[in-house]
């Protein structure tokens, strides 16, 4: 086995010992990979203290973390509330045990089954995403299972230790009506001959949700509202005020507007947090904007044009005088 703080490029003299035997050692016996491809682009990094959006190498240099999206840093690093509810709970608690009933888990399942769509009632915890796709299955030695994902169909059998465990991923190609959504099923056959069956539909949120909106909108609306079409399941607020989406998609929320076209903001979030944003414009109670303007404009103008000429004064022949002509000026006294 090598030094572990041997290594080329780890070895620098621009890194304190501190660095450089981390380094090593992460490339010896965990990681060796990903230290020789961020060193080889210059990011050496080993983090050391941290604290909310930023953190410090064990060097002491100072940043930001723009990957908080990662793990359980979603609410910064070392976040007061979590710190002090870990704290609190340590002073009693550990980790558990996952085969008995705890207090904490089931007040927690409450909760998740309450917020949670549809007629979801249990829950599975997990460490993490590979747990939570993954089935395991007991039962007597030779069983035959056929699990579905998708359209591919998978068969495997129990082990003369009385489990099984497969796993329900995600089908290649989901199905095309349903985005992102499919149907993994199992089925089970004792060698007694007794059969057994399960099946979910889970779908995976992996973008924003669409947001379509009704382009035809009312010339004349006394009661203005957006309407449109969107994830079901997600929430929608307008300008701030929270609307209802119905189990189709289908969402109608009314909106205060003007005359003046006023700027109307619709947000739509998944269950997983994902946004989706739209900006329109509303005019109330006559949406003079979607009038014709250039017939309008033209029809005016002819219109005007008629009416002027209508009212032009006749010209009529004056009197003109001549030598003959008896007419005389008088004077007018002052």
Not at 295 to 322: D, H, K, M, Y
């Amino acid at each position: 086995m090598t030094d572990p703080v041997a290594p080329m490029p780890w070895k620098s003299p621009d890194f304190s010992e501190r660095k450089r035997r981390t380094l090593g050692l992460a490339h010896e016996y965990l990681i060796p990979g990903r230290v020789e491809t961020f060193v080889g682009l210059g990011i050496p990094l080993v983090i050391g203290r941290r604290d909310g959006y930023r953190f410090w190498d064990v060097d002491g240099h100072e940043l930001m973390d723009f990957h908080l999206n990662g793990g359980t840093y979603n609410l910064g690093h070392r976040h007061p509330a979590l710190v002090q509810a870990l704290e609190e709970a340590l002073r009693t608690l550990d980790i558990g045990n996952h085969h008995f009933p705890s207090e904490a888990r089931a007040e927690l399942a409450v909760k998740l089954a309450a917020c949670t769509p549809g007629d979801l009632h249990y829950t599975v915890f997990a460490s993490g995403g590979s747990e939570a796709v993954d089935v395991a299955i007991e039962g007597p030695p030779g069983t035959r299972i056929w699990w579905s994902r998708g359209q591919s169909t998978h068969e495997t059998s129990i082990s003369a230790d009385g489990a099984a465990q497969i796993r329900l991923l995600e089908p290649a190609e989901p199905d095309a009506n349903e985005g992102n959504a499919f149907s993994p099923s199992v089925t089970l056959v004792t060698p007694a001959g007794h059969a057994y069956h399960a099946s979910w539909r889970i779908r995976i949120y992996r973008q924003p949700p669409d947001l379509g909106m009704d382009e035809e909108v009312p010339l004349i609306d006394f009661a203005p509202s957006v309407t449109g079409r969107t994830l079901p399941g997600s929430t929608i607020s307008v300008n701030g005020q929270p609307g209802e989406v119905g189990a189709d998609g289908s969402f109608s929320v009314p909106v205060q507007v003007g005359f003046v076209p006023t700027e109307v903001r619709i947000v739509v979030t998944d269950l997983v947090g994902n946004r989706t944003e739209r900006l329109i414009t509303r005019v109330w109670p006559l949406d003079y904007r979607q009038l014709p303007w250039v017939p309008i404009a033209v029809l005016l103008t002819v219109a005007a044009a008629a009416l002027l000429f209508l009212r032009q004064p006749e010209s009529r022949p004056g009197r003109r005088l001549t030598p003959d002509d008896e007419s005389t000026f008088e004077e007018i006294g002052g």
